[in-house]
């Protein structure tokens, strides 16, 4: 029978470099051995097995100061402008925004332990229970996952798996990493089910993880795999699994767990699984009385003026920005008593496009907000939403992509297309790398798409607002300093 959750304390193998005891929340069976579970039919029982790992990756993704920011802030699509004391931080969001981050940033430890520790508990599963195949499957993929945001943050890392033992784990090249990823995914791939389960991976899952890592295996490897990341994407897209939602924003809303569109998602719960802090994160204070949230907002990410005016007046994804006159829920206007007396908008509340500076006076009011995902009426400081890790939007883009770059533009045409005319914007006669760039932009906002994207297409190291150019080695973030102290056997990115 199954036992209610109890804290247990369980060796995490060299999650920080050396084994730690920490205590997890995990459910536990009581009186059922190794060896029935691995005999049994009871598909519970793997559930209760592996919802710890799943648990683990819900985590802080969707919060602030992890590793959803470090890809946000760091592109040309968002930032966090300082006003006066609020949000200077150590100004570390300013360097983020400038690329001139150090290795000692709070953020990109967060990152780091955010990944470690879930990697750590996959292993501990599949150490204690070797022999249950399925279980075994679904959990290797699921570390592959973590490992493609590693390899694409910061490149070299250490490949801890069930089978690591002792000492201090040293950086393999991101080469090894790839393929790391690969083997871990194809060797597999086959046992994943092909259902249509959307908060745990399946067969098609892996199938984008496939197609988002040879999308980008020039950069890690330097080999194109261009072939193969529209091969895979394909096996997405023809499964009949998923279908593009006629309304877009059906896939961010506060209820979106039948989403057509959504194929891998990490499903908040205010209650029971909380993380997604994004009103919080982005929305003025007097926003509050807009959405009669239950705490009070910190007014901190903005679009970049220029990302924003990308976007065609009739693109029906420009709605991703909240913009304009700020209203209360019962419609009064609001006002920003503490509103800058430069401010030419003065204290009625009003998101504009431009922010008139990074630092370190920027407006209180200055710049659009992320509204891509619905901020219900009443909502606690962290959101219902289930957050779309991959989902089939992104996946056509990459078919589009993939062919494109192998002259096959007929085929990159059909499927760009369809992005395009859910999103209300006249069909592609011909296509460029750049249009391909642009789509990416405006389908993705928000989706922690963009650093990668922009590093795809050469785009990273140039110039944009309130950025000069920056150095080519600051395509991968550096190691964090606290894990290099702790663990001398790390060796820190080139240009670091």
Same mark, same amino acid.
């Given at each position: 029978?199954?036992?209610?959750?109890?804290?247990?304390?369980?060796?995490?193998?060299?999650?920080?470099?050396?084994?730690?005891?920490?205590?997890?929340?995990?459910?536990?069976?009581?009186?059922?051995?190794?060896?029935?579970?691995?005999?049994?039919?009871?598909?519970?029982?793997?559930?209760?097995?592996?919802?710890?790992?799943?648990?683990?990756?819900?985590?802080?993704?969707?919060?602030?100061?992890?590793?959803?920011?470090?890809?946000?802030?760091?592109?040309?699509?968002?930032?966090?402008?300082?006003?006066?004391?609020?949000?200077?931080?150590?100004?570390?969001?300013?360097?983020?925004?400038?690329?001139?981050?150090?290795?000692?940033?709070?953020?990109?430890?967060?990152?780091?332990?955010?990944?470690?520790?879930?990697?750590?508990?996959?292993?501990?599963?599949?150490?204690?229970?070797?022999?249950?195949?399925?279980?075994?499957?679904?959990?290797?993929?699921?570390?592959?996952?973590?490992?493609?945001?590693?390899?694409?943050?910061?490149?070299?890392?250490?490949?801890?798996?069930?089978?690591?033992?002792?000492?201090?784990?040293?950086?393999?090249?991101?080469?090894?990493?790839?393929?790391?990823?690969?083997?871990?995914?194809?060797?597999?791939?086959?046992?994943?089910?092909?259902?249509?389960?959307?908060?745990?991976?399946?067969?098609?899952?892996?199938?984008?993880?496939?197609?988002?890592?040879?999308?980008?295996?020039?950069?890690?490897?330097?080999?194109?795999?261009?072939?193969?990341?529209?091969?895979?994407?394909?096996?997405?897209?023809?499964?009949?699994?998923?279908?593009?939602?006629?309304?877009?924003?059906?896939?961010?809303?506060?209820?979106?767990?039948?989403?057509?569109?959504?194929?891998?998602?990490?499903?908040?719960?205010?209650?029971?699984?909380?993380?997604?802090?994004?009103?919080?994160?982005?929305?003025?204070?007097?926003?509050?009385?807009?959405?009669?949230?239950?705490?009070?907002?910190?007014?901190?990410?903005?679009?970049?003026?220029?990302?924003?005016?990308?976007?065609?007046?009739?693109?029906?994804?420009?709605?991703?920005?909240?913009?304009?006159?700020?209203?209360?829920?019962?419609?009064?206007?609001?006002?920003?008593?503490?509103?800058?007396?430069?401010?030419? $908008?003065? #204290?009625?509340?009003?998101?504009?496009?431009? *922010?008139?500076?990074? %630092?370190?006076? &920027? @407006? !209180? +009011?200055?710049? =659009?907000?992320?509204?891509?995902?619905?901020?219900?009426?009443?909502?606690?400081?962290?959101?219902?939403? $289930?957050? #779309?890790?991959?989902?089939?939007?992104?996946? *056509?883009?990459?078919? %589009?992509?993939? &062919? @494109? !770059? +192998?002259?096959? =533009?007929?085929?990159?045409?059909?499927?760009?297309?369809?992005?395009?005319?859910?999103?209300?914007?006249?069909?592609?006669?011909?296509?460029?790398?750049?249009?391909?760039?642009?789509?990416?932009?405006?389908?993705? @906002?928000?989706?922690?798409?963009?650093?990668?994207?922009?590093?795809?297409?050469?785009?990273?190291?140039?110039?944009?607002?309130?950025?000069?150019?920056?150095?080519?080695?600051?395509?991968?973030?550096?190691?964090?300093?606290?894990?290099?102290?702790?663990?001398?056997?790390?060796?820190?990115?080139?240009?670091?």
């Amino acid at each position: 029978m199954l036992k209610s959750i109890s804290k247990i304390c369980l060796m995490l193998p060299l999650v920080y470099a050396l084994g730690a005891c920490q205590e997890l929340e995990q459910e536990v069976l009581d009186g059922v051995t190794a060896e029935d579970i691995a005999n049994s039919k009871n598909p519970n029982l793997i559930n209760v097995l592996k919802a710890s790992a799943y648990a683990r990756i819900v985590g802080s993704w969707g919060g602030h100061n992890s590793i959803w920011s470090i890809y946000e802030v760091s592109s040309d699509a968002m930032a966090i402008p300082q006003k006066g004391a609020d949000w200077e931080d150590g100004g570390q969001w300013i360097r983020m925004h400038r690329h001139t981050w150090n290795p000692a940033e709070e953020s990109f430890n967060n990152s780091w332990n955010y990944c470690f520790t879930a990697i750590g508990e996959i292993n501990n599963l599949l150490i204690q229970f070797p022999d249950v195949a399925a279980l075994n499957s679904e959990l290797k993929v699921l570390r592959a996952l973590v490992y493609l945001w590693l390899i694409d943050s910061f490149g070299n890392v250490p490949i801890i798996d069930e089978t690591t033992k002792g000492g201090n784990p040293t950086n393999k090249t991101r080469a090894e990493v790839f393929a790391f990823i690969e083997k871990s995914i194809k060797d597999n791939i086959n046992a994943l089910p092909k259902d249509n389960a959307k908060s745990t991976v399946n067969f098609y899952t892996a199938q984008a993880m496939l197609a988002k890592l040879y999308l980008n295996a020039q950069i890690y490897t330097g080999t194109a795999k261009w072939a193969e990341a529209e091969a895979a994407a394909d096996q997405v897209i023809n499964s009949g699994k998923y279908s593009l939602s006629s309304n877009f924003f059906a896939n961010f809303s506060e209820r979106n767990s039948g989403s057509t569109e959504n194929i891998l998602t990490l499903p908040y719960d205010q209650n029971n699984a909380p993380g997604f802090n994004l009103p919080q994160m982005t929305l003025h204070y007097l926003s509050q009385r807009t959405y009669n949230l239950q705490d009070q907002p910190w007014n901190g990410y903005a679009s970049l003026e220029e990302f924003y005016n990308k976007f065609d007046d009739k693109d029906v994804r420009k709605k991703s920005f909240l913009v304009g006159p700020q209203f209360a829920s019962d419609g009064t206007r609001l006002l920003d008593i503490s509103a800058e007396p430069t401010d030419p $908008d003065g #204290p009625p509340l009003t998101f504009t496009p431009n *922010i008139n500076m990074l %630092a370190p006076n &920027a @407006f !209180r +009011q200055a710049g =659009t907000r992320v509204g891509k995902f619905e901020f219900a009426l009443g909502a606690a400081n962290s959101l219902n939403n $289930d957050y #779309p890790l991959i989902r089939l939007g992104d996946i *056509i883009l990459i078919k %589009a992509e993939a &062919a @494109f !770059r +192998q002259g096959k =533009t007929a085929a990159a045409l059909t499927a760009i297309n369809q992005i395009r005319t859910r999103a209300n914007m006249p069909a592609f006669t011909t296509l460029t790398l750049d249009n391909i760039f642009d789509e990416r932009g405006f389908e993705m @906002f928000a989706e922690a798409s963009r650093r990668t994207d922009m590093i795809r297409f050469g785009k990273w190291n140039q110039p944009w607002w309130e950025k000069p150019a920056s150095q080519p080695f600051r395509a991968l973030f550096p190691i964090p300093q606290n894990q290099i102290n702790a663990n001398p056997a790390l060796k820190q990115n080139p240009g670091y």
